[in-house]
């Protein structure tokens, strides 16, 4: 094919929408050739609609924003000939500036080939999406493994968070070169130039370590005696590599996400009586390392009020009041970032809510709990716990007495503890473990797994002989 009497314009084809500009100190050049591109990445928490600040959606700070390419020309560019390029965006995205947008070629000597601009072009049905440069090659070829420079394009306007490639083509005329497409067609090569990701790193580790309720200190201790645990640690800070729309990186989380964020641990936090300070945040596992308080907390949840601040490797714990009994279970954390908008309405950012999983607190065994009984004339109460465990499994007693009842209930200190045995078990009267007072609930607490214990409270009439029986409430 004879090139001699051909004219080639480079396109650089946009698309339209919000306006993106590389990050300060994060680079925007892109390789055509490389195999491991490194496209700048955007955080994906810019919202990007019909709602951002600005005209024609969201204008970021064009400052340091120049996106350059480079890459091998990829065909052999004859002596005295005009060729023809052509960049595009894909996913409808467009350049925000073209105005001294540069093409430049190494040619043979030493020498550079300029391309010159021409027009703007349309491209994938939107307006303004692109520009034509020519590309004069005079006396000094240009070798197919020749360098190739696009520069100075200041921004994009993604329209949406889906990747954006730059693609570049080049043509054997001018007309094939604007139209685009396969038509004329000499060589075409694409790079990803720009991604989104989130800017915020949210990370959770479980203590991983058996966090135990000791059931023989009535569920109100852990094992061992402790009052206080470590549930885990957490993360929640900004990300250095991301960009920002007005060319910062995203390592400060204030500029992400506003003011009224929270963060909220779940789990069974009905022993911290309501005392804020029972569900806190420390510097070590320890707990003891500049505790923060919750800032409000019920039998389930603990709310702090984080703002836009930042936690970096902070341990999660939780001190149990001593007075209110335990189940346990597991515990977890969510982060509810806030939408912000940039102090100078260039950008608005909706994150969205991170939650993780904190440690599981289960108790060291089982307990049984009559709802109510009474000490009657004519009535006896009886337990019948069973085990059906391969071990003995030990048990202990405690009472709570009806507040209106006549002489609170006493257990017996030589009966407040005792063995079910292995594969069976026992018959408790009322008048065995109660040394006085007539009503209130029982509670047997015993160092063995749920599966395998059971109880069943019965209360026999001494005249007629029956009996009403009521499953014990198992935990």
């Given at each position: 094919?004879?090139?001699?009497s051909?004219?080639?314009?480079?396109?650089?084809?946009i698309?339209?929408?919000?306006?993106?500009?590389?990050?300060?100190?994060?680079?925007a050049?892109?390789?055509f050739?490389?195999?491991?591109p490194?496209?700048?990445?955007?955080?994906?928490?810019?919202?990007?609609?019909?709602?951002?600040?600005?005209?024609?959606?969201?204008?970021?700070?064009?400052?340091?924003?120049?996106?350059?390419?480079?890459?091998?020309?990829?065909?052999?560019l004859?002596?005295?000939t005009?060729?023809?390029?052509?960049?595009?965006?894909?996913?409808?995205?467009?350049?925000?500036?073209?105005?001294?947008?540069?093409?430049?070629?190494?040619?043979a000597?030493?020498?550079?080939?300029?391309?010159?601009?021409?027009?703007?072009v349309?491209?994938?049905?939107?307006?303004?999406a692109?520009?034509?440069?020519?590309?004069?090659?005079?006396?000094?070829?240009?070798?197919?493994?020749?360098?190739?420079?696009?520069?100075?394009?200041?921004?994009?306007?993604?329209?949406n968070?889906?990747?954006?490639?730059?693609?570049?083509?080049?043509?054997?005329?001018?007309?094939?070169?604007?139209?685009?497409?396969?038509?004329?067609?000499?060589?075409?090569?694409?790079?990803k130039?720009?991604?989104?990701?989130?800017?915020?790193?949210?990370?959770?580790?479980?203590?991983?370590?058996?966090?135990?309720?000791?059931?023989?200190?009535?569920?109100k201790?852990?094992?061992?005696?402790?009052?206080t645990?470590?549930?885990?640690?957490?993360?929640?800070?900004?990300?250095?590599?991301?960009?920002?729309?007005?060319?910062?990186?995203?390592?400060?989380?204030?500029?992400?996400?506003?003011?009224?964020?929270?963060?909220?641990?779940?789990?069974?936090?009905?022993?911290?009586?309501?005392?804020?300070?029972?569900?806190?945040?420390?510097?070590?596992?320890?707990?003891?390392?500049?505790?923060?308080?919750?800032?409000?907390?019920?039998?389930?949840?603990a709310?702090?009020?984080?703002?836009?601040?930042?936690?970096?490797?902070?341990?999660?714990?939780?001190?149990?009041?001593?007075?209110t009994?335990?189940?346990g279970?597991?515990?977890s954390?969510?982060?509810?970032?806030?939408?912000?908008?940039?102090?100078?309405?260039?950008?608005?950012?909706?994150?969205?809510?991170q939650?993780?999983?904190?440690?599981?607190?289960?108790?060291?065994?089982?307990?049984?709990?009559?709802?109510?009984?009474t000490?009657?004339?004519?009535?006896?109460?009886?337990?019948?716990?069973?085990?059906?465990?391969?071990?003995?499994?030990?048990?202990?007693?405690?009472?709570?007495?009806d507040?209106?009842?006549?002489?609170?209930?006493?257990?017996?200190a030589?009966?407040?503890?005792?063995?079910?045995?292995?594969?069976?078990?026992?018959?408790?009267?009322?008048?065995e473990?109660?040394?006085?007072?007539?009503?209130?609930?029982?509670?047997?607490?015993?160092?063995?797994?749920?599966a395998s214990?059971?109880?069943?409270?019965?209360?026999?009439?001494?005249?007629?002989?029956?009996?009403?029986?009521?499953?014990?409430?198992?935990?």
């Amino acid at each position: 094919m004879n090139f001699s009497s051909k004219k080639k314009i480079l396109a650089l084809a946009i698309a339209n929408g919000l306006l993106v500009t590389a990050a300060q100190n994060v680079s925007a050049v892109v390789s055509f050739d490389s195999t491991t591109p490194t496209p700048v990445k955007f955080a994906s928490e810019i919202v990007i609609d019909d709602t951002s600040p600005g005209a024609n959606g969201l204008t970021f700070d064009a400052d340091n924003a120049n996106i350059s390419a480079t890459g091998t020309v990829g065909f052999g560019l004859a002596t005295d000939t005009t060729y023809y390029s052509r960049i595009e965006l894909d996913n409808t995205a467009e350049f925000a500036n073209v105005n001294g947008a540069k093409l430049l070629i190494n040619a043979a000597g030493g020498s550079t080939v300029t391309g010159v601009f021409q027009s703007a072009v349309t491209i994938a049905d939107t307006a303004n999406a692109g520009v034509t440069h020519s590309v004069p090659v005079g006396a000094n070829a240009v070798a197919t493994a020749n360098q190739i420079v696009f520069n100075e394009f200041t921004g994009v306007k993604p329209k949406n968070k889906s990747d954006i490639n730059l693609t570049y083509s080049l043509y054997e005329s001018a007309a094939t070169s604007v139209s685009g497409g396969a038509t004329g067609l000499l060589v075409s090569k694409k790079a990803k130039q720009i991604t989104f990701s989130s800017a915020i790193d949210f990370a959770t580790v479980a203590n991983s370590a058996p966090l135990k309720i000791d059931v023989s200190l009535d569920s109100k201790k852990f094992e061992g005696g402790k009052t206080t645990v470590h549930l885990g640690d957490m993360t929640i800070q900004g990300k250095a590599d991301i960009s920002l729309a007005n060319g910062s990186n995203a390592v400060n989380l204030a500029n992400v996400v506003g003011t009224t964020s929270k963060l909220t641990i779940s789990g069974d936090f009905a022993a911290a009586d309501g005392d804020k300070t029972k569900v806190f945040l420390a510097d070590n596992a320890g707990c003891a390392a500049n505790p923060v308080s919750a800032n409000s907390v019920t039998a389930t949840e603990a709310v702090f009020d984080i703002g836009s601040g930042m936690l970096v490797d902070k341990a999660v714990c939780f001190t149990a009041s001593t007075s209110t009994a335990m189940t346990g279970g597991t515990y977890s954390v969510t982060y509810s970032p806030a939408t912000l908008t940039a102090s100078d309405s260039s950008a608005k950012y909706a994150a969205s809510a991170q939650a993780g999983d904190l440690a599981t607190v289960k108790k060291n065994g089982t307990t049984l709990q009559t709802m109510f009984f009474t000490n009657t004339d004519g009535y006896v109460p009886r337990f019948y716990l069973t085990n059906t465990g391969g071990t003995e499994a030990p048990y202990s007693i405690s009472v709570q007495t009806d507040e209106k009842s006549n002489g609170g209930l006493v257990a017996l200190a030589a009966a407040t503890s005792g063995i079910i045995p292995a594969n069976s078990g026992i018959l408790l009267k009322a008048s065995e473990i109660i040394e006085s007072g007539q009503r209130g609930t029982v509670i047997f607490s015993v160092s063995a797994p749920p599966a395998s214990i059971n109880g069943l409270f019965q209360v026999r009439n001494t005249s007629s002989g029956d009996f009403d029986s009521y499953e014990m409430n198992k935990q």
